[in-house]
Nanobody, 130 residues
Framework: EVQLVESGGGLVQAGGSLRLSCEAS????????IAWFRQAPGKEREGVAC????????YYTNSVRGRFTISGDNAKKTVTLVMNNLRPQETAVYYC???????????????????????WGQGTQVTVSP
């Protein structure tokens, strides 16, 4: 059974940085995509970034491109999201999620579609103050 545990959330001022980590267990091989989603109160869950562990392909939602970096350590089964220049509107609970066998074609078109991800962590709160 795949289990995901997030860490690294907290309170930061606008313009500051945070590093989120997702520790995955139960992965049988590298044929997984690990993504970060976020959900603010009263808003829909939004895909933030994704990495395919097998080939390292990375995906970002447009609003974070250039500020956030996702990386993976296949040996440690850990995925890290470094978030720079954070904005107050990015205050949300951030979730780590895993998708099995997300092909390049599917990932290119719709990595952000939560339906692909069958395993989710409990989430970590990120609060960005003005």
């Amino acid at each position: 059974e795949v289990q995901l545990v997030e860490s690294g959330g907290g309170l930061v001022q606008a313009g500051g940085s945070l590093r989120l980590s997702c520790e995955a267990s139960g992965l049988t091989d590298d044929d997984y995509a690990i993504a970060w989603f976020r959900q603010a109160p009263g808003k829909e869950r939004e895909g933030v970034a994704c990495i395919r562990l097998g080939d390292g392909n990375r995906y970002y939602t447009n609003s974070v491109r250039g500020r956030f970096t996702i990386s993976g350590d296949n040996a440690k089964k850990t995925v890290t999201l470094v978030m720079n220049n954070l904005r107050p509107q990015e205050t949300a609970v951030y979730y780590c999620a895993a998708a099995r066998s997300l092909t390049t074609v599917v990932a290119d078109a719709s990595w952000w579609w939560a339906t692909w991800y069958h395993n989710w962590g409990q989430g970590t709160q990120v609060t960005v103050s003005p």
